[in-house]
């Protein structure tokens, strides 16, 4: 719910003043923050204060308590054995690719999920890109519940 909530606001934002949401300025516990580079759990907020009086608006976030935020080496490092510099690595937070790992903070709240996805055995791309490494990250709120389906059970009576 404090997921809608929070596209809601930014949205009204953008909207009110005119400007896209992304050119509104955003602050967490009024510290400025890049919030299209930034994950940050709805549930780690206690309140969330529109302000309209400037030209693009401004969001200010409170945090219920210190957020720990993670960067996406930080992801690599603790959910995948992969080595970046022996396979590159095409980032997927949800369904948004990711251009630029630099600046990415995820709030360390969220349950991480990731997928890595090797793409050696693709037939339809050129040589040079089979040591790619698709890593999909999931951010829930909660924890999933696990899921198995029919290939899994295949991949276990192979063993």
Known sequence: MKKILLFFVFAAVG??????????????????????????????????????????????????RPITFITLDDVLKKYTSINETVNPVIYLIGDKLITSKKDIRIDNSYYIYVKTIDLKDLTYIDKKYKNLVLVRITLSQEELKPEVNANDILDILKQ
């Open 15 to 64: 909207h009110a003043s005119g400007q896209s949401a992304a050119e509104s300025v955003y602050y967490l516990d009024a510290q400025l923050v890049d919030i299209k580079n930034i994950y940050i759990n709805a549930l780690s907020l206690d309140s969330i204060v529109v302000e309209r009086k400037t030209a693009n608006g401004e969001v200010y976030m409170k945090s219920k």
